[in-house]
């Protein structure tokens, strides 16, 4: 039997898992952006 307390533990990990992967996301979308803006300069 999984107790009350384990699954808020389990909740926890899974939530800041799931914050580190939205971080890490934006950093790789802001990223993207700057080379997009980036090849647009050179373009030019």
């Known amino acids: ?3 009350w307390d384990d699954l ?7 939530s800041d898992e ?3 992967a939205i971080k890490a ?3 790789l979308t802001k990223t993207y ?3 997009i803006d980036y ?3 050179i373009q030019k």
């Open 33 to 35: 952006d700057e080379l």
């Open 25 to 27: 996301f934006e950093s």
């Open 39 to 41: 090849c647009k300069k």
């Open 8 to 14: 808020a533990v389990r909740l926890n990990k899974a």
């Open 1 to 3: 039997m999984v107790t």
């Open 18 to 20: 799931f914050e580190r």
